[in-house]
């Protein structure tokens, strides 16, 4: 599956974007997917994850902040954020898969950069 990110820019602290995430297929036959995230410097690292179902994972850092969703419909999943901080900056990878531990080795976007000023 071919997966397209938009969305990405630059914000303040305390703004909000929205990612999206554009499938070539119908995303309602894709068990999971989900948004990695690398910063320079650091590890890449798991931020959300939405099954089929539509039952959510996130990771601490970014619960009440960050709300994933899929549209099966316009075959899109979405990062909305809100309340940005500094530490989000990073490259947001959009990512399909079979199911949450094995994730990363499925499809991946080009990504998407975010960047949040202090």
């Known amino acids: 599956v071919r997966l397209v990110e938009s969305g990405g820019g630059f914000m303040h602290s305390g703004g909000s974007l929205t990612l999206s995430c554009a499938t070539s297929g119908s995303i309602s036959s894709i068990p999971a997917m989900g948004w990695y995230r690398q910063a320079p410097g650091k590890e890449r690292e798991l931020v959300a994850v939405?099954?089929?179902?539509?039952?959510?994972y996130y990771r601490d850092s970014v619960k009440g902040r960050f709300t994933i969703s899929r549209d099966n419909v316009k075959n899109t999943m979405n990062l909305q954020m809100n309340s940005l901080k500094p530490e989000d900056t990073a490259i947001y990878y959009c990512?399909?898969?079979?199911?949450?531990?094995?994730?990363?080795?499925?499809?991946w976007g080009q990504g998407t950069q975010v960047t949040v000023s202090s």
């Open positions: 990512v399909a898969g079979v199911d949450r531990d094995s994730l990363s080795r499925g499809s």
């Open positions: 939405i099954s089929s179902d539509a039952s959510p």
